[in-house]
Nanobody
Framework: QVQLVESGGGSVQAGKSLTLSCAAS????????MGWFRQAPGKEREGVAG??????????DVADSVKGRFTISQDSAKNTLYLQMNDLKPEDTAVYYC?????????????????????WGQGTQVTVSI
């Protein structure tokens, strides 16, 4: 059974940084995709970043709304996905979710926008104050 557990959320002031982690278990594919999504109160879920992973190679995509501030990465040895968030803004306040899928089908940008992932974590709250 696949489990995704997010951590690293919290409350910070604008301009600060946070690093989110997503520990994956029961996920043993050599080729797969993962992503970060967020949902603010009263708003639709938004794709933040995604990564396609093949043995020895990966590609990443970051939404325009966070480009230049957020970076997605993963550590295969630790089965962990990361989201480095710098220069946080109040509009980044949301619950952040990690997602994973065994497929690397389609364009990564489209997958991040659509949220077409099979497995989801429970989310971690990020609150950014002025």
């Amino acid at each position: 059974q696949v489990q995704l557990v997010e951590s690293g959320g919290g409350s910070v002031q604008a301009g600060k940084s946070l690093t989110l982690s997503c520990a994956a278990s029961g996920f043993t594919y050599s080729t797969y995709s993962m992503g970060w999504f967020r949902q603010a109160p009263g708003k639709e879920r938004e794709g933040v970043a995604g990564i396609y992973i093949w043995p020895g190679f990966s590609v990443t995509d970051v939404a325009d709304s966070v480009k230049g501030r957020f970076t997605i990465s993963q550590d295969s040895a630790k089965n962990t996905l990361y989201l480095q968030m710098n220069d946080l803004k109040p509009e980044d306040t949301a619950v952040y979710y990690c997602a994973a899928d065994s497929s690397t089908r389609g364009q990564l940008t489209a997958r991040v926008r659509s949220g077409d992932f099979t497995h989801w974590g429970q989310g971690t709250q990020v609150t950014v104050s002025i």
